[in-house]
Every structure is written in C-alpha cells, then in structure tokens.
C-alpha cells in the first residue's frame, strides 16, 4: 500500500513537488496558507487540506517539510499544534528545507524519541523543474531509511544523491550554494567591470562560455540580461541566498575552518538587498554592482 504523505510548504516549488505526488497516485494531505492559489489547485487534483502541522502529521505516514529555513521548520515541529505532538513510531519527516545542519541533528534526535524518522533533503533547481518533476536532492539519511524514502523522492526529482548520515544533505546544500552564489557575485563584478572599462559585454558572453570560465550559473544570469534586460534568469531571491550564506558561515565557524570566500558572497548578496534590491532575484546583483559603482550596462 503506498504511503500517505503529508506536505507543509507548498509554495514556489512545493506546489510542483505535491503535484507530482499525486500525479504517481499518492495519497497528499496539504496545510492551508494564506496564499490559497496553490492550495486550491493541489485540491482540484485530489489533495486534502488541513488546518496544522499536528493534523496534517496524524493523517499521514511521510511528512514533508519544504519551508524557507531553520526558523520556520522549528516553528512548524516545535510549535503549537506541531509535527512533534502527533509524532509516533513509523512516521518519516522528510525536510526538503534549506536549513541548518545543527537543527537537522536536533529535529532527528527528538523524533528519534518518539521512533519516528527524518531525512534532510534539501533541493537544488527551480520551480520550474519542481512542475516538471526533475528536481535534484541531496539526502542525508539512515541509509536504511533512504532506500524507503526514495522512492518518494523519485515522484519529483531527476537526480537523487545519498550524502551519508543525517545533517549531509544540509551541510552538501550550503557548500553547494557557496559555489553557486559565489559564481554570481564573481558575474555581477565581472559585468560591471566590462560596462567600467569599455568591454563590449556581448562579446565578452561570447570568450566566457566558450572557455573554462563558463558555468550554468553564467548561462542562466547573462544572456536574459543582455537579450532583454532581465534579471530573473536564477529564480532564487536574494534574501533566500543571504540566508543560506549565513547559515554557512556558521557552519564553517563551528568546524573551525579559516574561510574567505563565505563571508565575502555573504556581504555581497547583503550589499544588493541594501541597495535597493530587498525583493530581488539573485541576477539583481549584477545591477546592483553597476548602481554602486555608478556604470551603466551598455548592451
């Protein structure tokens, strides 16, 4: 009998992720939000609505947390009405959430009381891929506890990655988002350095991505950027990275590790939320270099 999942968080990409469910013939129970839309649509295809997290967890086998960060996932396990007061032997909490390794490790360990399991499993791609089912997962698991899990997994991702114990598949996001926000801050400089010193920006596209410099972050930011003067191509907020940043650096300050390159991607995705871009996308930090510096992209 397939299991009955749970699904708190069905925003931007957890819509997608709880479509694909259904669509493999799952059985979803999704939590109502003030934002109705996907909600609504969820329950158009078969889904049922409840009111908790505690209501959502009593009715289902799998639960799934896809929420913005460590905040959000204690509130929703550790508040009133919360997954932790309907935990119980044979549940499995799988948190796709972006979050901290040091709450994974607690959040386990208080489930573990109560004979429940939990799986990080943080995403990476858009929600574009969420529809599409084609998402990547890093899971940091029991490696027992995976192999149920992943077939779950499989409902909404392309590719799927065993990491190791619990708090792996946190730890391989934030170092992952390291790199990937740190290719855009290095794309946002290098932008405004061209616009700065005269190089035509097309053809300097044109050396970067057919050389060692290229990379799918490159891809997704500059062209939008010199087509059309959009900045959306990487449809991940600013705010979102500067948190993800920050959840890094204090996981690399913990080991201890001497680090640079953290706390200067950290600065810079705060320097473009400051400087007018607090609802941006993660390309706004190319304008926002240019605004600092006082240079106009000339395409």
Do not use: W
């Not at 913005?68 to 909490?93: C, F, H, M, N, W």
């Not at 959040?107 to 799986?119: C, G, H, P, Q, W």
């Not at 791609?125 to 599409?132: G, I, L, M, Q």
Request: hydrophobic share 45%; charged share 20%; glycine share 10%.
């Amino acid at each position: 009998m397939a299991k009955k999942i749970g699904f708190v968080g069905v925003g931007l990409m957890g819509h997608g992720m709880a479509k694909n469910l259904l669509k493999k013939g799952y059985e979803v129970t999704v939590m109502a939000h003030k934002n109705r839309k996907p909600i609504e649509d969820l329950v158009a295809q078969g889904a049922k609505e409840a009111t908790t997290p505690k209501e959502v967890t009593a009715q289902s086998d799998v639960v799934i947390l896809c929420v913005t960060g460590a905040p959000q996932v204690e509130q929703v396990v550790y508040g009133k009405d919360g997954i932790l007061e309907a935990s119980r032997a044979g549940l499995a909490l799988l948190d796709c959430s972006t979050s901290e390794p040091s709450m994974s490790e607690r959040v386990a360990k208080d489930l573990a009381a109560r004979k429940a399991d939990y799986i990080d499993a943080p995403l990476a791609r858009s929600p574009v891929e969420a529809e599409a089912g084609k998402l990547n997962a890093m899971v940091g698991a029991d490696e027992k506890v995976f192999g149920e899990i992943r077939p779950i997994l499989e409902t909404f991702c392309e590719n799927i990655f065993y990491m190791g114990p619990i708090g792996s598949g946190a730890r391989t996001k934030l170092i992952y988002n390291l790199l990937t926000m740190g290719h855009a801050a290095l794309i946002a400089e290098a932008l405004c350095a061209c616009a700065a010193t005269g190089v035509d920006l097309a053809r300097f596209a044109k050396v970067v991505s057919a050389g060692g410099a290229n990379s799918g972050i490159f891809q997704l930011i500059v062209p939008k950027i010199l087509e059309n003067n959009d900045y959306s191509g990487l449809k991940f907020s600013l705010a979102n990275a500067a948190k993800d940043l920050r959840y890094y650096n204090r996981m690399i300050a913990d080991v201890p590790l001497s680090a640079h390159m953290g706390p200067a991607v950290h600065n810079s995705l705060v320097q473009a939320i400051n400087t007018g871009f607090a609802d941006g996308l993660v390309g706004d930090m190319v304008a926002a270099v240019c605004k600092l510096n006082g240079v106009e992209l000339k395409k």
